[in-house]
Structure formats: structure tokens, C-alpha cells
């Protein structure tokens, strides 16, 4: 193996790690939650959520999942995970997420953090009462 291949082989094992540890962060942390679509609102049972700060809820009525953020137990976040550059799916990564597709980072509140996207992801309305979350499409 000469120089130049052994590089090649070095980078690319590397990404392997940097991809592998960034999905198992994302599995160990955050969790996917069953939902109910009654007209335009995705109900979840806080139930479901457990002691997640952060779950993801996936529905046919949209091309992307919802990255909900629960941080905060007087406002929610949701936010549409889909990149606003040119509509990848946006990954978490521990308190960010990345987009795999040119780079693009934003916070858990949705801010972009980092170009090429110059939009913040989009937002949706939330509200919940005791035992469920309502999230406006
Ligand atoms: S589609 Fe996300 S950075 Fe380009």
C-alpha cells in the first residue's frame, strides 16, 4: 500500500467512526413516539414520550419527521426536519441538527448555525394539556 492509498483508507475509515458514533448519540438519546392525525393536528400521549426531552414523530401527511423539543416544559418546540436549503432530512446530533447533504447546522430551537441554508427550519405550533401534545400542521 503506498502513501496515498493508505490516506485514502484512513479518511474514509475515520468518516465510518465520526458516522457510526454521531447515529448511536442519536439512538441512545432520543426516541421515536406513536402519534394520532386528526384533521391537521399530530397528537401525541406524553405518556409515550417517558422523560424524553427530545422525540421524534414521524407521519405519512409529511415528506419529514418532526423534531419535537421539550426542553422547555412551558413552550415546545417542532420542528420540521427537513433542511431549508434544498430539503434534505436533517439528522440530530446531540444538541444540533446536521444536515448530511452540504453541512447546513442548526440548533435545537431551529436557528440555522451554520450556511450554506440561510432560513431557520420550520417551526409548528404547539400546545398541550395534561396528557397530550398537539402539534398544528
Ligand atoms: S440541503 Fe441541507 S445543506 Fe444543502
Do not use: W
Not at 109 to 129: H, I, N, R
Amino acid at each position: 500500500m503506498n502513501r496515498r492509498n493508505f490516506t485514502k483508507n484512513c479518511g474514509k475509515l475515520c468518516f465510518s467512526a465520526m458516522l457510526g458514533a454521531t447515529f448511536l448519540q442519536s439512538c441512545q438519546t432520543i426516541q421515536r413516539v406513536p402519534n394520532v392525525l386528526k384533521g391537521n393536528q399530530l397528537i401525541v400521549n406524553k405518556s409515550d414520550c417517558g422523560d424524553a426531552k427530545i422525540v421524534i414523530i414521524e407521519t405519512e401527511k409529511l415528506p419529514s419527521s418532526i423534531y419535537l423539543n421539550m426542553s422547555d416544559e412551558e413552550n415546545y418546540i417542532a420542528l420540521f426536519m427537513q433542511c431549508t436549503h434544498l430539503q434534505c432530512d436533517v439528522i440530530p446530533s446531540g444538541n444540533i441538527l446536521h444536515c448530511p447533504c452540504h453541512g447546513s447546522e442548526f440548533s435545537s430551537t431551529g436557528k440555522v448555525l451554520e450556511s450554506p441554508a440561510t432560513e431557520d427550519l420550520q417551526q409548528f405550533k404547539v400546545t398541550s394539556d395534561r396528557e397530550k401534545i398537539y402539534i398544528s400542521l
